[in-house]
């Protein structure tokens, strides 16, 4: 089993959340996730949260407040996987811009609470979204 910890940021500005699209060589390519990522040996959630923040989108993490620690778990044909996640509420503005050449993020934007339903999502990034009232539930 493999296991894994990661950090992300929950920023939302102007009716839009700042999501993140995976890589094509990712699992679930495509698909739109918060902006984070794992977290490096040694290294502290903040730390974490700052570097990923700044990796993926380009913008300085403001005021991290610690909302929410979730684990998921799955089997897959790739064996069995479980990750522990660490959100955290963050100010974040301007306009975002992938920073980081070759990491799992292909594109960083802005979205309107209204398109969110529409997207793609990690299974984690829409449990989180659905039960911050922003995503309906089953959608």
Do not use: N
């Not at 089997?75 to 503005?93: D, K």
């Amino acid at each position: 089993m493999k296991t894994r910890v990661s950090v992300y940021a929950f920023a939302v500005h102007d009716d839009r959340v700042l999501l993140t699209q995976l890589a094509p060589y990712c699992y679930r390519a495509g698909h739109w996730a918060l902006p984070g990522g794992g977290m490096d040996h040694g290294e502290q959630p903040l730390q974490t949260l700052m570097r990923e923040t700044w990796e993926e989108s380009g913008l300085r993490a403001e005021a991290p407040e610690l909302l929410d620690v979730r684990s998921y778990s799955e089997s897959s044909e790739r064996g069995l996987y479980m990750a522990v996640q660490i959100i955290y509420r963050v100010r974040l503005q301007g306009e975002p811009r992938v920073i980081e050449e070759g990491g799992s993020t292909a594109d960083v934007r802005w979205v309107p609470l209204e398109e969110l339903a529409e997207l793609p999502m990690v299974p984690f990034t829409k449990s989180f979204l659905e039960d911050q009232g922003l995503v309906p539930a089953g959608v």
